[in-house]
């Protein structure tokens, strides 16, 4: 639905009219604005979000690119700074019978998606957001707020990126597009013309986000989260200023989160096999493999090779280094 402009304001067609407009790997009008492709009516939402949406003190905001680690990150925020009421009957917790999806929604692609005004008042605090715009967009929202929040993004690599998002458009679409596509759309990702692109924008406007910011700004990467998993949710405890305490640690709760979180437990729930997101996509789609470098088993070396040094280069000098 966000690829079509059936909720664009006028005012918002006459800007589209002046951004710089190209097309999507099958052949969808995107425009850029603000050095970001967007979808007509996801543009729609993306602008109301900048002038609609007011955080509040304790609102949490999670960050990704599409396919970037989106579902694990938003399980693992929730868990974790919901840990204390669901301790004494962890049977009850919201993850075990909801998609992570619906307990952080999106905000351009769920509550600001077309042409919606969401009473955002209505919601627990604190209450978790998510979004796939880059950071200086999601500043122009951000910076209403009369403290800044908490932003937790997470960055995965290039290529698995790609790939599973070749996997899930294949799901969603229930249809197997041939090669001769997926070689259009590896074209068009490594020239940026990707909705939310391009990849490298993304990761580096959140990266100098979190260098210039590191009180509020969490900058971190999936394929860390899954080498080192321990680690990386107290990472995330200590910055949304809920570490883990001692007894935490020493009864497992950290454990228990991560197994909570997991791919194995979350894509074996019932909610998650046969129940659909508020958002109307099959709750089984954002759950395969999970793992690093399946990209191996899709792009030629050669493929492979094109797409790390197109990034190298967008990122040399930024310290981000893959
Ligand atoms: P693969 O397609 O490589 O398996 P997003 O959540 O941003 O849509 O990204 C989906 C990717 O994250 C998929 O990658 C999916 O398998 C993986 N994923 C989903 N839930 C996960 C979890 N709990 N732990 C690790 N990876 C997960």
């Given at each position: 639905n966000y690829m079509k402009d059936d909720h664009v304001s006028q005012e918002t067609k006459n800007l589209i009219s002046s951004l710089p407009s190209g097309k999507d790997f099958v052949g969808v009008d995107i425009h850029n604005y603000k050095g970001c492709w967007y979808y007509p009516n996801l543009l729609q939402a993306v602008l109301d979000v900048q002038k609609h949406f007011k955080p509040r003190d304790t609102d949490i905001i999670m960050a990704s690119l599409p396919k970037g680690g989106t579902t694990w990150l938003k399980s693992l925020v929730f868990a974790v700074v919901h840990r204390d009421e669901y301790?004494?009957?962890?049977?009850?917790?919201?993850l075990l019978s909801q998609n992570p999806h619906d307990l952080v929604p999106f905000?351009?692609?769920?509550?600001?998606?077309?042409s919606k005004a969401p009473?955002?008042?209505?919601?627990?605090?604190p209450m978790i957001f998510s979004t796939h715009i880059h950071l200086q967009a999601l500043r122009e929202a951000t910076k209403k707020a009369s403290r800044p929040c908490k932003i937790v993004y997470v960055c995965r690599g290039i290529k698995d990126t790609f790939v599973s998002g070749w996997h899930y458009r294949n799901k969603l679409h229930r249809t197997k597009l041939d090669q001769s596509t997926f070689e259009l759309m590896f074209d068009g990702y490594c020239k940026g013309y990707v909705v939310y692109g391009p990849y490298w924008e993304h990761v580096l406007s959140y990266w100098k986000g979190s260098l210039e910011d590191k009180e509020n700004v969490l900058f971190m990467r999936y394929e860390e989260m899954l080498e080192e998993p321990r680690v990386q949710v107290k990472r995330l405890a200590e910055f949304l200023n809920c570490p883990f305490t001692k007894e935490e640690e020493q009864s497992g709760s950290v454990d228990e989160i991560l197994k909570l979180c997991s791919l194995r437990n979350l894509s074996n729930l019932e909610v998650n096999q046969n129940g659909t997101t508020?958002?109307?996509?099959?709750?089984?789609?954002?759950?395969?493999?999970?793992?690093?470098?399946?990209w191996k088993n899709h792009l030629t070396p050669h493929m492979a090779k094109t797409v790390d040094e197109i990034v190298e280069c967008k990122l040399r000098g930024s310290g981000l280094i893959f």
């Open positions: 301790r004494e009957n962890p049977q009850i917790h919201p905000l351009e692609v769920e509550l600001y998606a077309d009473d955002l008042a209505k919601f627990p605090s508020r958002i109307g996509v099959d709750s089984q789609l954002f759950f395969r493999k999970g793992e690093v470098g399946d």
